[in-house]
């Protein structure tokens, strides 16, 4: 009996040996983020900038203070090859009588504006951050979606692996951005492309492993987020109100995260249905 039963258990062993998956050899290692802290995935958009300098280390670091999942950065490059984080393609907005084109400009003459004082005389001398200031900030405390405003994912790629932050970082872009620069450029990092449109989810996510996706209010539906869960992608969305009634048509389609100029109102919305109905959400891990 014994002889039988280990003849069995052999068998049994060299049949599993044998699947698809074992013949194939282990799976590639996919990027993995922290799980939210608030069920959803909460995106300080432009950081935490209610009083505060938009796209600033100040604002970067109350987004933290607040336990926000994500900052979202705006990257730009300068006359002289560095990344700053600024939204606007000029500079005539953030400062009091200034001008001009960010790309136009070098790295000093940039950090020689006060972007501060326009906002309240306690933020006069605030500067514009490079990229490199903002990870060292986030390193180890906080995601970044970053939002691509120049094509320099090699470049940003080398300074992001420098910080070892390629596993924390989303790459929002357009989809035809994406399909352009090819799934190698971003190694193994979180690509997270814009398809613009439910039909355009499809195509994208039935041509591309994509394990997030970004949309707006406009596009973003109950049919939008099934879709993209049954391809094993998460929605991050832009709120366009920043209200509770929003909020709540947002998770009720169970959308992942939620990225707002409003984080820490968002964040207690949550902490508030969290306590309502206790849910499990918002998971972007591989398994």
Known sequence: MARDFRGALFLLLFFVCLSPRVLAGPEPERARFRQAEH??????????HDGIPENSLPAYAKAIELGCDFLEIDVRATKDGHFVSIHNPKIDSYTA?????????????????????????????????TLEEILALARGKIGIYLDLKVPAVPELMKIIKSYGMEKDVV?????????KSGERAFENTHPMPDPGSLENLDT????????VVATDMGVLSAEFVS??????????VDDHEGSEAEWRKILRWNTD?????????????????KTESPRSRGRLSTR
Request: glycine share 8%.
């Open 97 to 129: 009588g200034d001008t001009g084109r960010v790309s136009d400009m070098t790295l000093a003459q940039l950090k020689a504006l006060d972007i501060g004082s326009r906002v309240g005389p306690q933020w006069k001398n605030t500067r514009i951050p």
């Open 171 to 179: 790459w929002y872009m357009p989809s035809y951005f994406y399909e």
């Open 204 to 211: 994208i996510l039935d041509s591309h492993p994509v394990h």
């Open 257 to 273: 995260g939620i990225q707002t100029d409003h984080p820490q109102q968002l964040i207690e919305f949550l902490k508030a249905q």
């Open 39 to 48: 069920g959803v995935y909460v995106i300080a958009h432009r950081g935490a």
């Open 227 to 236: 879709a993209a869960h049954s391809r094993q992608a998460k929605v991050f």
